[in-house]
């Protein structure tokens, strides 16, 4: 068996020191007699090929997205397809959104000696034009949000949260509402929306829980779907919507469970994919169950097993 370590430079900043993620690394491996590679990433997708191409050679392989979100999905992204190959998360970003839904669990995940002695199970992944999606994908008003962050996170004396700020109230002032033609497992809606977003997982956007339900294990998607609002309604709205309280406005969200959705327009508009960008006219999502390896820390239950806890409690 090999580990290949799959290192984000810039996961939790530039200037962040990876030194320390790499003696720990070393120091989890050492006295295993196993194969491994830390291997450092150098642009966008350059994980996902990484993780393909070391795959392809057919020999058992595990693979540690030492990052973000992102570089979780391009790890994904990369195995989804290779039964010999799995992969797992080892938290290094800003947001570690995906690992939230392990709950009491999440915190197995920081630990390599847990991760390396981890039990793989296959989970389902989202295919979006070919691109594939681990946690979430999302169109309308909050992918446009995350999506521009950037834009303004890196200006003076603006930062992370500032730039989410001024990223929100630009994409307010320019318009919530788009028109769409969607179909969602045979049912055709048409008009003015929101928001579309397809859940894999549970959370996104630094902590926004849209469902409390959604496993990677279970064999469907979580659709939510927010029609048309004003300002007033979406500042509303928000913060049920943030957490997993949509079936307060039945009039307002749509939830189907399922496996097809496809989103089109006349212009081109964004998808959020993990957190990464696909700019289209179309766009076409479909669930892969079962698609991909995931390696769960040792100890570290199923989410499906979480979410059943929680109802119970509840």
Do not use: W
Not at 201 to 206: A, H, L, N, P, T
Not at 286 to 306: A, Q
Request: glycine share 12%.
């Amino acid at each position: 068996m090999r580990h290949l370590f799959i290192l984000n430079p810039v996961a939790g900043g530039k200037n962040s020191d990876k030194s320390a993620v790499r003696a720990e690394i070393e120091s989890a491996i050492a006295g295993r007699g196993e194969s491994f590679e830390i291997y450092e990433t150098v642009g966008v997708m350059d994980a996902a090929e990484k993780v393909k191409r070391e795959a392809i050679k057919g020999d058992q392989l595990r693979v540690y997205a030492c990052g973000g979100d992102g570089t979780l999905s391009e790890c994904a992204h990369g195995a989804a397809g290779f039964r010999n190959c799995a992969v797992t998360h080892y938290p290094c970003g800003t947001g570690n959104d995906f690992v939230r839904m392990f709950g009491p669990d999440a915190g197995l995940f920081h630990d390599l000696g847990a991760l390396l002695e981890g039990t793989v199970r296959p989970i389902d992944i989202m295919d979006v034009n070919g691109r594939k999606c681990l946690n979430i994908a999302s169109i309308g008003i909050d992918a446009r949000v995350g999506l521009d962050v950037h834009k303004y996170s890196q200006l003076p004396l603006v930062g992370g949260a500032g730039g989410y700020v001024i990223s929100l109230l630009v994409n307010v002032v320019k318009g919530i509402n788009r028109p769409f033609k969607i179909r969602v497992e045979g049912e055709e809606l048409e008009g003015k929306f929101a928001l579309i977003s397809a859940c894999n997982g549970q959370y996104y956007g630094g902590g926004f829980n849209p469902t409390r339900v959604a496993t990677p294990e279970d064999g469907a998607l979580d659709f939510l779907i927010v029609k048309a609002v004003s300002r007033f309604t979406l500042a509303r709205l928000i913060k049920y919507y943030a957490s997993g309280q949509y079936a307060k406005y039945p009039e307002i969200i749509k939830y189907v469970s399922g496996r097809h959705l496809t989103v089109e327009d006349d212009s081109e508009f964004s998808v959020s994919i993990d957190g990464e960008a696909l700019y289209t006219k179309c766009a076409k999502l479909k669930l892969i169950p079962g698609g991909v390896n995931f390696i769960y820390p040792k100890g570290c239950r199923t989410v499906s097993e979480i979410v059943k806890k929680e109802t119970e409690r509840v």
